[in-house]
């Protein structure tokens, strides 16, 4: 992948993150110094998820990011159709066997409350000029009073491993506030996981 398309296909995932109408943001992050993936590389993607429903929507949303910088998504549900079995001989054998170089999977850390003080404001509108002129040279100042607002802010944290070497090659922790849908959350959040991999060359180009 040229500079030029790396520059299109980032802006591209920039845009759909602010289109999204929900935002994210990165707060930590790590990978594995020297690792770079390749070109075309299989990403399988999980969702630990209570809902059935809110995995398919991660999986899914992570899936169509994933193809826009040319790597090749599987998603987690299509080969565990009955759930992540419980022993871990039998999942290393599926993952495998699928065929994936990259494993992402990412799971709700917490749910936190926070008061955020949003301050009045205070403004001076045209001076008005009334039947009698008695307010000429006037202006009225005009208040707004300040509040409180709770926000909810959704933690989750995504670990990327090898396949091969089943070593974590990336980790990060995103926090979404009051995201609008499920769809959006994903879409913000897979966004700027999927840039960040990018940059640091987990996804091959």
């Keep these: 992948m040229s500079q030029t398309s790396r520059i299109v296909l980032i802006g591209a995932l920039a845009v759909a993150a602010v289109s999204c109408g929900t935002s994210s943001t990165l707060v ?8 770079t993936g390749q070109k075309g590389q299989k990403v399988m993607v999980v969702a630990l998820a209570k809902s059935e ?15 826009q910088v040319k790597a090749q998504p599987i998603e987690g549900s299509s080969v565990f159709t009955q759930g992540l079995p419980a022993d871990e001989p039998t999942l290393k054998q599926t993952i495998r066997e699928s065929g994936a170089d990259l494993v992402a999977v990412t799971r709700l850390v917490d749910v936190d409350k926070e008061q955020v003080y949003i301050p009045g404001t205070t403004y001076y509108p045209a001076p008005y000029y009334g039947m009698y002129g008695y ?11 300040g509040y409180y607002q709770e926000n909810k802010v959704y933690k989750l944290e995504t670990n990327v491993y090898d396949v091969k070497s089943e070593k974590l090659v990336w980790n990060g922790l995103t926090e979404t506030v009051n995201p ?26």
């Design 28 to 35: 930590q992050r790590w990978s594995e110094p020297g690792y």
């Design 180 to 205: 609008e849908t499920a769809q959006d959350a994903a879409n913000s959040i897979i966004n700027v996981i999927v840039m960040d991999m990018i940059d640091h060359k987990i996804i091959g180009k």
């Design 53 to 67: 429903g809110t995995r398919h929507v991660w999986e899914e949303a992570f899936a169509h990011a994933l193809r």
């Design 135 to 145: 307010y000429n040279n006037a202006y009225a100042m005009m208040n707004t009073p």
